[in-house]
């Protein structure tokens, strides 16, 4: 599985970072674990899992997190988490 996270600001992509997993775990610990890494790489703290963020991943495999998913001030609009390949 290989998981895609980006931040937005302003339409405009600010970074990006790719999470590949390929172990025989879940997919949803290999998507908190995809989450877990792209915060890290991002230095930020893991956002909230708003219910309008999970019927989007689960209808979809893609959700963003808005600011308001944050405990902390952010400086993007939102960060972008979607699913490339499944195993």
């Known amino acids: 599985m290989r998981i895609w996270a ?30 877990d890494e792209s915060v890290k790489f991002f230095d930020l703290a893991t956002p909230i899992w708003l219910d309008s963020n999970i019927k989007e991943f689960k209808n979809h495999s893609k959700t963003r997190f808005r600011r308001d998913s944050f405990i902390e001030e952010v400086d993007f609009d939102y960060m972008e988490f979607f699913v490339i390949d499944e195993d």
């Open 6 to 35: 980006r931040l937005f600001k302003d339409n405009h992509m600010l970074k990006d970072f790719v999470y590949e997993d390929k172990t025989d775990s879940t997919r949803t610990k290999k998507v908190f674990k995809a989450l």
